[in-house]
């Protein structure tokens, strides 16, 4: 198999791991560097529920909008990304962490005075104020502030920009959500892709992002029988969950992740190898920006 044909299999691969591996914590419980107070149910944070919200919910459950057009003053100062998950979490109304026509139905009875025994409910969610920054590719290799990460290739290592996740690439909420940032390969040295992913339902400590793939490892390997290991390692000089496993969906490929809490952020790099060596030899580019 070709480099690039190995690449675009392992996108989608690690696609669907991702979404196994869905890991979404409470806002209001979360530790940011600041907090704002959001109106459940108040999706275009006006600071009203009407049938617009409902409308927006409506949009956002059948993934045909992201993010609405207006905002209360106050948060349209926010990073796009802070942005995201407020109106994400506002639309939840029904807290089950996802955005469905229900929340859509359970908005507009609301602001239509139907919902018998409503009490406003306000949450507060983290927000980070740092807008996210893709890395740029230098003449020595790649580089990302935002990550705080460089890799120099080795020799025998080529960087490239990662391919768009198949089917997906026009998706706007895969756009929104998840960020290839680079991907790196060669004859016979594995490979490696970073990527990062935006979580829209607030943010959690890497503890408690270790405790879910803990948790979430053990039911696959009930239903795939995969092998899961899941350690810490640094990675230029900041500490990232390491999680190793082999499976038979995967055949020929061990597989290693490495995921990382960085404000709003879930960073993954994600390798695949043949052996160890190659491991090594491929997260031996990376330093520290
Ligand atoms: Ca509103
Ligand atoms: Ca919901």
């Known amino acids: 198999m070709n480099r690039s044909k190995k690449i675009l299999k392992i996108t989608a691969i690690m696609l669907v791991i991702l979404l196994l591996t869905g890991v979404f914590a409470a806002g ?18 006006d600071g009203e529920i009407t049938s617009a919200d409902a409308r927006i919910a409506l949009r956002i459950s059948s993934r045909l909008m992201i993010i609405p057009e207006k905002c209360g003053e106050e948060y349209c100062e926010l990073p796009f ?14 807290e089950d962490r996802e955005i469905t026509a229900a929340d859509a139905r359970k908005i507009l009875r609301i602001s239509s005075r139907l919902e018998s025994g409503y009490e406003p409910e306000y949450i507060d969610i983290p927000v980070y104020k740092i807008e996210y920054k893709e890395g740029v590719f230098t003449e020595a290799g790649y580089e990302s502030e935002y990550l705080g990460l460089r890799y120099t290739p080795s020799e025998g290592i080529e960087i490239f920009p990662p391919n768009e996740p198949g089917d997906d690439a026009g998706d706007p909420f895969l756009k929104a959500f998840y960020t290839f940032e680079m991907g790196a390969g060669g004859e016979n040295t594995g490979s490696f892709m970073i990527m990062t992913r935006l979580i829209s ?3 959690k400590s890497q503890e408690e992002l270790k405790e879910d793939l803990i ?17 810490e390692e640094e990675i230029a000089g900041q500490s990232y969950i390491k999680l190793r496993y082999i499976t038979e969906i995967m055949m020929d490929f061990p597989t290693v992740f490495y995921y990382k809490i960085l404000g709003n ?22 330093s520290a920006y």
């Open 81 to 94: 990304d802070d942005r995201v998950v407020l109106h994400w979490n506002a639309a939840d109304i029904d």
């Open 215 to 231: 948790n979430s490892m053990a039911e696959l390997d009930e239903s795939y029988s995969i092998k899961v290991e899941i350690t």
């Open 28 to 45: 209001a419980e979360a530790e940011g560097e600041e907090t704002v107070r959001v109106l459940l149910g108040d999706v275009d944070l």
């Open 265 to 286: 952020r879930q960073i993954s790099i994600w390798v695949m190898f043949d052996k160890d060596e190659q491991l090594e030899k491929l997260m031996s580019g990376f």
């Open 201 to 203: 339902f607030g943010c």
